[in-house]
């Protein structure tokens, strides 16, 4: 096995690598570390907790002298993801004392202002970085390296334009360092467009698959929270995640764990920075052990810990579940991923489980306890989802309360004879039809089967999340009368 004595590195680095316990490069590390320090621009593949950080911080440290102004850049999709970069290079470069400053957005600017005068390094993200170069704060000129971290999330979350803008402030003589989980056409667009004769590495993933269990659970829409609290204080854990789509469906899970007695936190973008730096602390310490999240949280984040992920909500394609479920089985630890699949899944389910590539089994489904959940007046209602208006439109009574989980008729089967089948071409079938929500009351709704190509011409419902780039929803026409689109849907 190589050692970082062998990658080129001075000994004063080397002497901080050592006192941090750092026995041995990691795979990205070994590949990718003596080609920046050859000066190369590098093109590296390689997922959240492989030791990327490390790998480009290396190179940064080397070549940037405390008070010549700011000399490296690193660009990242997040604010966590900035705080955390820049910890893990000021960490490292304590006996060079550079100054490494983070700049984002959702906190005071002129704090950050004052501070650049006496940066070194800057890890930003691409709309405040934007922002001083704007204002005319940040000056690039100096810039020796240039790195991407986490470069196809910040071209999935639409920062494209403003990374493109950016680069251009930036000298053409320059170092520039791309690490991606994923190399899609935009990554090796923008690879072509601005980097020179760049050296390709990559890393086997961080996740082991033979000690990851993958499960899903088929549950009725009225029963999905009440099933999710079971499992959660049912299963022997450590730190749990739970991911949902929609930062309204996050904070609605996150209260009523806790209004169950489970000790939760909620994350998402619509958070102040304050607020999430909070979060994350407490659940990094484990004050919380479990902790609701946008996708936010599914990128860049160094969490260890965690033992369980669950997919309350399902990701709209493979590689956002490949995201999620890289926060648990690291590093030689087991985890265990659960997905809580109710009709309004099946079509993002269905997606995933087609391509084939996870070994997800299906569970037999227990019974559970009915949970109240409480709503934003202090009042107990039936387990719903979303946090949306506490009434039905399918109550026959008319009455806005009570709505208990098994409240519901219209029966949804995924996994029989009459339902979309994962893994073989039956039928694409089941009854019910296709929301946007779940634990609603449908027993007045007569269920019609479900037409794939119907939903598509007449425009499917999408889920928000907090990224820049969201799909924008268009209106269905079997839900409302109206034009409205999926924003204003919850609001009836």
């Given amino acids: 096995m190589i050692q970082f004595e062998e990658l080129g590195i001075s000994e004063s680095l ?9 026995s041995e490069p990691s795979e990205i ?35 940037s002298e405390r008070g010549k102004g700011v000399q490296a850049l690193v660009l990242t999709p997040t604010r ?60 690039l000129d100096g810039i020796k390296i240039l790195v991407l971290d986490e470069a196809d999330r910040m071209l999935d979350m639409g920062f494209q334009e403003d990374v493109e803008k950016i680069i251009y402030k930036c000298p053409r003589e320059r170092q520039t360092l791309l690490f991606s989980a994923t190399i899609s056409a935009d990554i090796a667009h923008l690879a072509r467009k601005y980097m020179k004769n760049p050296v390709e590495v990559s890393a086997e993933s961080y996740v082991d698959p033979s000690k990851l269990n993958q499960s899903y659970y088929d549950v009725e829409d009225s029963k999905k929270f ?14 749990i995640m739970v991911f949902c789509n ?46 609701v999240c946008t996708d936010v949280a599914a990128r860049g984040l160094d969490i260890k810990g965690v033992s369980h992920v669950y997919n309350y909500d399902s990701p709209k394609d493979s590689k956002e579940y490949i995201h999620r479920i890289g926060r648990t089985a690291r590093a030689g630890e087991r985890g265990k991923v659960i997905n809580i699949v109710a009709s309004r899944d099946y079509e993002n389910f269905g997606r995933i489980m ?20 409480r709503t934003g007046d202090n009042r107990e209602r039936g387990s719903r989802d979303g946090g949306r208006n506490n009434f039905s439109r399918g109550n026959s009574s008319g009455s806005r309360g009570n709505y208990r989980d098994g409240n519901n008729n219209s029966k949804r089967e995924f996994g029989t004879d009459r339902s979309r089948r994962f893994g073989n071409n039956q039928s694409r079938n089941f009854s019910g039809r296709d929301r946007d929500f779940s634990h609603r009351d449908n027993s007045d709704i007569k269920a019609r089967p479900f037409d794939y190509k119907r939903q598509r011409s007449e ?32 609001r009836r």
């Fill in 14 to 22: 080397l002497k901080v690598i050592q006192e941090h316990k750092f």
């Fill in 29 to 63: 590390q070994a590949k990718s570390i003596p080609f920046i320090m050859e000066g190369k621009d590098v093109i590296a593949g390689a997922s959240t907790g492989s030791g990327k950080t490390l790998a480009f911080a290396t190179g940064i440290i080397e070549n």
């Fill in 80 to 139: 966590e993801l900035a705080e955390q970069v820049s910890g893990v290079i000021q960490k490292f470069a304590k006996n060079k004392s550079l100054n490494v400053l983070p700049i984002y957005g959702g906190v005071s600017i002129n704090p950050q202002i004052h501070k650049l005068g006496r940066a070194d390094v800057i890890v930003g993200t691409p709309g405040r970085v934007i922002d001083h170069l704007s204002r005319g704060t940040l000056n």
């Fill in 226 to 239: 009440s099933l999710l609290v079971h499992l959660i204080k049912k299963e022997q854990s450590e730190l």
């Fill in 246 to 291: 929609t930062q309204r469906n996050t904070d609605f899970v996150a209260n009523n764990l806790k209004n169950s007695g489970i000790n939760a936190l909620a994350i998402h973008g619509g958070h102040s920075q304050e607020k999430r730096n909070m979060t994350m602390q407490k659940f990094n310490s484990q004050r919380i052990t479990v902790l």
């Fill in 354 to 373: 087609e391509r084939g590539e996870f070994n997800i089994t299906k569970e037999e489904t227990p019974e559970v306890e009915r949970i109240f959940i």
């Fill in 459 to 490: 425009g499917r419902s999408r889920d928000f999340d907090d990224r820049k780039s969201s799909g924008r929803g268009r209106s269905d026409n079997r839900f409302s009368g109206s034009r409205r689109n999926n924003r204003n849907f919850g």
